[in-house]
């Protein structure tokens, strides 16, 4: 078993997508399908010779990164084909989607290219080919919302209804979209449907490093506000303008439960949901999560982020260095922020929800916040794993590459809290 690069709950941000609406046209100026063939199929070190990379990505890579992600990506199963590329534009930036069919999971192989002809970034991206489901019994409704970088998402609301609760949904660490796509599963798209089968709206949309990784990648000054907090009061302002909407809760999974508290100080939400929050700070997590892996087979993956974890714990590279795919200002603001002492000051209800066989965030987390957080709700659930589908840690990252959907327990204990505080 090899693993996956979103797995382990870091920010790669210079191999960021780009989500731009896309075009029936195939790539000519860039052989992206070519790219992307020799990449999953043939000499992939090869690549760094025959085509031109930006010095950003050049030094996200190292000299074996194009290695590594292959080998990752075999996780996915054989490789059956490769399809034809599908190109957009994003800012200055040049996006070839190329869908790829494996034996166990399709995605899309996004490339994004530079004015310039260099690659800017490479990521792996929700498959084009997928069949949309029949949604035409709720009210989904397309929105945008925000200042200068204009966030897209997804308002799902309860049909035939005239108020509602609203719960709005952010997302963990790394460029994930609206439904926190991770292998073949969607938690959020699947937590959307449920609670507005129970009476409840939800507004889940795209980061913001999903929409735009060129910006986020190339700013020095980039923090948890700009990944997160930002976007998250602009959501909450958005929602709040509407007359349909009678209470509004906020929801963070993994970071985007950690960050919580920092949300907390600029809106007045009605209740906070945490679900699977880490309590401890990221290096020890990260090391944690290293020492767990390790049991099983990786190739050598897990090697590459020891040095870089050293680096960080010693604050000793320079401000424009990337470290484990973002630059100083990030860490200082990430390892420098106490989020029990911040959740602490939050006079609205709060409810803490863990899967215990969770190995990325784990019951001493949850412990943590039980401990310090003592008037919140706590729920834990014995055979739920990170993103709260059945699976158990003896699996290992196995576990997120099975088709399942998000717990009803856990949506019903949701919709209940919501309900219960909702006045």
């Known amino acids: 078993m090899r693993i996956i690069r979103f797995l382990i709950v870091i920010l790669l941000m210079?191999?960021?997508?780009?989500?731009?609406?896309?075009?029936?046209?195939?790539?000519?100026?860039?052989?992206?399908?070519?790219?992307t063939e020799t990449l999953l199929a043939g000499d992939a070190a090869s690549l760094y010779s025959t085509y031109s990379f930006t010095d950003e990505m050049i030094a996200a890579l190292?000299?074996?990164?194009?290695?590594?992600?292959?080998?990752?990506?075999?996780?996915?199963?054989?490789?059956?084909?490769?399809?034809?590329?599908?190109?957009?534009?994003?800012?200055?930036?040049?996006?070839?989607?190329?869908?790829?069919?494996?034996?166990?999971?399709?995605?899309?192989?996004?490339?994004?290219?530079?004015?310039?002809?260099?690659?800017?970034?490479?990521?792996?991206?929700?498959?084009?080919g997928e069949e949309v489901a029949d949604l035409s019994f709720l009210n989904s409704q397309e929105v945008t919302f925000g200042n200068a970088l204009k966030i897209e998402g997804t308002l799902t609301l309860p049909k035939d209804e005239d108020s509602y609760p609203c719960v709005i949904f952010l997302g963990g660490s790394g460029p994930s979209d609206r439904d926190e796509t991770i292998g073949p599963n969607k938690p959020f798209k699947d937590l959307a449907l449920g609670l507005a089968q129970r009476g409840i709206a939800s507004l889940r949309f795209d980061k913001r490093t999903y929409l735009y990784p060129a910006e986020c990648a190339n700013d020095l000054d980039f923090t948890l506000a700009d990944e997160i907090v930002d976007d998250a009061i602009a959501a909450y302002e958005f929602i709040?303008?509407?007359?349909?909407?009678?209470?509004?809760?906020?929801?963070?999974?993994?970071?985007?439960?950690?960050?919580?508290?920092?949300?907390?100080?600029?809106?007045?939400?009605d209740g906070y949901i945490y679900l699977a929050a880490p309590a401890r700070d990221f290096l020890t997590l990260l090391k944690e999560q290293l020492a767990f892996l390790s049991d099983f087979e990786t190739d050598g993956v897990l090697d590459t982020y020891y040095d870089d974890i050293k680096r960080l714990e010693d604050r000793t590279f320079a401000d424009d260095e990337l470290v484990l795919g973002a630059y100083k200002t990030y860490w200082q603001d990430l390892l420098n922020y106490d989020q029990i002492k911040e959740a602490e000051k939050i006079k609205a209800p709060q409810l803490f929800l863990q899967g215990e066989e969770d190995y990325q965030v784990t019951l001493t987390d949850f412990a943590i916040w039980q401990e310090n957080i003592p008037d919140a709700t706590f729920i834990s659930y014995p055979n739920l794993n990170h993103i709260f589908t059945e699976g158990s840690k003896s699996e290992g990252p196995d576990s997120y590459l099975r088709k399942a959907t998000f717990s009803q327990e856990v949506i019903d204990d949701i919709a209940t809290f919501v309900k219960d505080n909702a006045g």
């Open 14 to 35: 210079i191999s960021l997508v780009a989500c731009a609406d896309k075009k029936d046209e195939s790539s000519t100026a860039f052989d992206a399908k070519a790219f």
């Open 62 to 128: 190292g000299d074996d990164g194009l290695v590594l992600l292959k080998s990752q990506l075999e996780a996915l199963g054989e490789l059956e084909s490769v399809g034809e590329a599908k190109v957009s534009e994003s800012s200055s930036y040049t996006v070839y989607s190329v869908p790829c069919i494996h034996s166990y999971q399709n995605f899309d192989l996004v490339i994004s290219i530079d004015a310039d002809g260099k690659i800017a970034g490479i990521v792996m991206g929700n498959y084009s």
């Open 240 to 269: 709040k303008e509407r007359k349909d909407i009678s209470a509004v809760y906020i929801l963070g999974h993994s970071l985007g439960g950690q960050v919580l508290p920092l949300v907390a100080k600029e809106v007045e939400a």
